[in-house]
Nanobody, 121 residues
Framework: QVQLVESGGGLVQPGGSLRLSCAAS????????MGWYRQAPGKQRELVAV???????NYADSVKGRFTISKDNAKNTAYLQMNSLKPEDTAVYYC???????????????WGQGTQVTVSS
């Protein structure tokens, strides 16, 4: 099994910054993709940013230029640096990882428990 633990959420004023972390642990042979998703009240969960094993990144249009995803392979940890935050960024942010537990196993998707980000004055 694999566990993902997010941290770094909180309350911030518009224009402020936050840095989210997602630490993966457990039965990990390799992590193919790590990503951040968010879900606002009454809305569907949406992709925010993803980063591949080769460090390729992809972002939702709404966060391009403001958010940066990165990772530390040695720590099995992904980060989301969020700058110039807006009230519409308010949501529960979830980490997702595509993990292979052995050389011969297909990857499975794992989700974290979510961390609340609230942007308000």
């Amino acid at each position: 099994q694999v566990q993902l633990v997010e941290s770094g959420g909180g309350l911030v004023q518009p224009g402020g910054s936050l840095r989210l972390s997602c630490a993966a642990s457990g039965s990990i042979f390799s992590i193919n993709v790590m990503g951040w998703y968010r879900q606002a009240p009454g809305k569907q969960r949406e992709l925010v940013a993803v980063i591949s094993s080769g460090f390729s990144t992809n972002y939702a249009d709404s966060v391009k230029g403001r958010f940066t995803i990165s990772k530390d392979n040695a720590k099995n940890t992904a980060y989301l640096q969020m700058n110039s935050l807006k009230p519409e960024d308010t949501a529960v942010y979830y980490c997702k990882a595509e993990v292979s537990s052995s050389r011969w196993s297909y990857p499975d998707d794992y989700w974290g428990q979510g961390t609340q980000v609230t942007v308000s004055s």
